[in-house]
């Protein structure tokens, strides 16, 4: 089955950007979604389709996808950016849903 | 807009078999390109893709879970029901369902159900 590998853990400074990555065979060959998670509250959708954002998602947040690595990037972090960070694909096989292992951001 | 609510018991025994049902209102499975997921988290640990049932009854299923999993739609009532058989303690989990539309050429899970938490112990 398809993997996705995400570092466990990112920390930044508020006001720096953090940067985010997913990797897997060939990802660019896929389209990734980017999930945002807050302590006791459902993913929310922050990216999808590599780059787009859902309306209401600020223009902070934006993804980008190349070889084997796709990349959420969040510029300006605030406070309240923090939380653990899903990527996932659509793969088109036998197993069409694939989720990374998240990535907690932590805000200093 | 789109809603999604899961509902099911909250404790179930080692071997039982667990019913959830999604009830969602705002969009209707029967238009096409729309699909129903569920996606389960056991606690302090990350998303699992479990099953998808799409608007034309397609049906997938995570292949590690195949074989007790059950996906099935009531399009009237506005209902997806998963069912997963012979329950284990390391089924326990917070259950969400999650709607899913081809949005330009991907499936992204776009709204999500608040999710119910489903603890295995005897």
């Known amino acids: 089955s398809y993997l996705l590998t995400q570092p466990p853990s990112v920390s930044v400074a508020p006001g720096q950007t953090a940067t985010m990555t997913c990797v897997g065979n060939?990802?660019?060959?896929?389209?990734v979604h980017w999930y945002q998670q807050k302590p006791g509250q459902a993913p929310v959708l922050v990216v999808y389709d590599d780059f787009d954002r859902p309306s209401g998602v600020p223009e902070r947040f934006s993804g980008s996808n190349s070889g084997n690595t796709a990349t959420l990037t969040i510029n300006r972090v605030e406070a309240g950016d923090e939380a653990d960070y899903y990527c996932q694909v659509w793969d088109s096989s036998t197993e069409p849903v694939v989720f990374g292992g998240g990535t907690k951001l932590t805000v200093l | 807009q789109i809603t999604l609510k899961e509902s099911g018991p909250s404790l179930v025994k080692p071997t039982q078999t667990l019913t959830l049902t999604c009830s969602f209102s705002?969009?209707?499975?029967?238009?096409?390109?729309?699909?129903v997921g569920w996606i389960r988290q056991p606690p302090g640990k990350a998303l699992e893709w479990l099953a998808l049932i799409f608007w034309d009854d397609d049906r997938r299923y995570s292949p590690s879970l195949k074989s007790r999993l059950t996906i099935t739609k009531d399009t009237s009532k506005k209902q997806v029901v998963l069912t997963m058989t012979n329950m284990d303690p390391v089924d326990t989990a917070t259950y969400y369902c999650?709607?899913?539309?081809?949005?330009?050429?991907?499936?992204?899970?776009?709204?999500w159900g608040q999710g119910t938490l489903v603890t295995v112990s005897s």
């Open positions: 705002g969009f209707s499975l029967s238009t096409s390109d729309v699909a």
């Open positions: 999650a709607h899913t539309a081809r949005l330009n050429t991907g499936w992204p899970f776009d709204y």
């Open positions: 060939h990802i660019a060959t896929k389209n």
